[in-house]
């Protein structure tokens, strides 16, 4: 790469003066095209002619002269900067001065013609002999064969610069392929001699990203591994930190997504699964699944006298009576509502459900937190549907959960709440409305 720096600043360069050389040469050619048109043609003033004749052509040769010189001075700065050659310089200011001369004498010689032309005399010929033996015409257009010869040059350098910079460019692209290989060659023997120690670590180590478990403990006492370098070593624990910081926030989403924020108890979704796997279970191993509905009695009069925050205080507590009744780690307790709480009992027949509801109505009732706007008792009080069935595959999960909730309905809207209703499961839900179960009396405090 470094050849390559080298020759492609060496055939910039060289670019940036035939650059230079070519614009000096395309100037002067355009230069020397115009003087050939501005240098007057003295043989055309020798044919017969015309005063009228003659003046047309003085003001067209006096025209043209004007117009070079205005070209002139246009670009002598330019070329003089550019080049830098005093020869150059001394062509073109004496190339200059000569086209005023000439021009001076052409607009003297148009003068007389006018003067003659107004007395009605033909142009006296010492007038047009004066004019055409002007020495400043032969010598402009012998500097203008010098001003070719200098184009020439100006030609041959610009071919010599563009050979330089096609041999900078090729000498630049020979010492990149030279660099191109030896690095390739370096970089085989490197990877020869490292690939057993870097790269079949890497390798077990994404092998290990693909499929992470069990195996990447039994991986790190792998030989492989073991004489890996001591950053591929870091790199892998890094990975295994990772790995289980990884199952740590999986678990705890998952829990934050299966959680209700306020209570900390299951919420709805978690609800629906456990239900589906409890239900998936008991037709499988063929055992009860008991359910409890819950709903706070007169809770909206409770949060419009006391306010939300206190409501919400108030769903806690009893959040927290019903998680310490149901013991077992397989009783899941979930939020499904606003004032609305489930409790899921696997493996548990109808008395043992509905005694943990009488429970939980009694831990409430003992607790005896002041509801002044409850039309049934003086604090907070409950009502609960009970329901149990043994799954069966020609039953729906659904049914478990109606005839919990028609419980619940009964509960309320019939016998005057804070109390327990329990779905008999031989009863049909037709005639069930008419199953009631006796409250429980409420507990008085001292």
């Known amino acids: 790469m470094g050849g390559w720096a080298l020759s492609s600043w060496s055939s910039h360069r060289v670019s940036v003066q035939a650059r230079r050389v070519a614009f000096q040469s395309d100037s002067l050619t355009h230069l020397s095209f115009k003087l050939l048109q501005a240098v007057p043609h003295t043989g055309q003033y020798l044919l017969p002619g015309t005063p009228t004749q003659l003046l ?11 117009g070079f010189g205005t070209t002139l001075d246009e670009q002598l700065a330019s070329l003089t900067l550019a080049s830098g050659d005093p020869a150059l310089h001394r062509e ?23 003067a003659a032309q107004a007395r009605q005399q033909p142009v006296p010929i010492a007038v047009l002999e004066s004019m055409l033996s002007d020495p400043a015409i032969t010598a402009i257009r012998r500097h203008g064969e010098v001003l070719a010869t200098l184009q020439r040059k100006l030609d041959d350098q610009r071919d010599t610069l563009k050979r330089e910079e096609d041999q900078a460019l090729r000498t630049g692209f020979a010492f990149w392929l030279t660099g191109l290989a030896l690095g390739w060659l370096v970089g085989l023997l490197f990877a020869w001699r490292t690939a057993d ?6 390798l077990q180590l994404e092998k290990l990203m693909q499929a992470p478990g069990e195996d ?22 890094s990975f295994l930190k990772l790995v289980a910081e990884g199952q740590e926030l999986t678990a705890q989403l998952k829990s934050l997504a299966s959680t209700d924020g306020l209570t900390a108890v299951g919420n709805r979704r978690r609800f629906d699964e456990g239900f589906s796997e409890e239900w998936s279970r008991g037709l499988r191993s063929g055992q009860p699944l008991s359910l409890l509905i819950l709903d706070v009695d007169h809770f909206k009069l409770y949060n419009d006298l006391y ?7 108030c769903l806690k507590t009893v959040a927290d009576v019903i998680r310490r009744q149901a013991r077992r780690s397989s009783d899941l307790v979930c939020r499904i509502g606003g004032e609305e709480f489930a409790v899921l009992l696997p493996d548990t027949a109808l008395p043992e459900a509905t005694q943990m509801a009488h429970d939980i109505l009694a831990a409430l009732d003992a607790l005896a937190l002041v509801h002044g706007s409850s039309p049934v008792v003086g604090w907070i009080t409950a009502s609960i549907g009970v329901a149990c069935a043994i799954p069966q595959h020609d039953d729906s999960p659904s049914l478990l959960m109606e005839r919990a909730d028609q419980a619940l309905y009964i509960r309320k809207d019939r016998q005057g709440r804070h109390g327990v209703t329990v779905a008999e499961p031989d009863v049909d839900l ?5 199953v009631e179960a006796a409250p429980i009396s409420p507990v008085t405090l001292g």
């Open 307 to 313: 306010g939300h925050v206190q409501g919400d205080a």
């Open 216 to 237: 990447v403990n039994l991986a790190i006492q792998s030989s492989t591994i073991n004489h890996a370098p001591s950053e591929i070593g870091s790199l892998i624990r």
């Open 92 to 114: 073109l200011e004496a190339i200059r001065l000569l086209t005023v001369q000439v021009q001076r004498n052409l607009e003297r010689t148009a003068v007389e013609v006018r």
């Open 56 to 66: 047309h052509q003085l003001d067209s040769d006096v025209e043209g002269l004007r």
């Open 430 to 434: 037709a005639t069930e409305l008419e």
């Open 197 to 202: 120690r870097i790269l079949h670590p890497l």
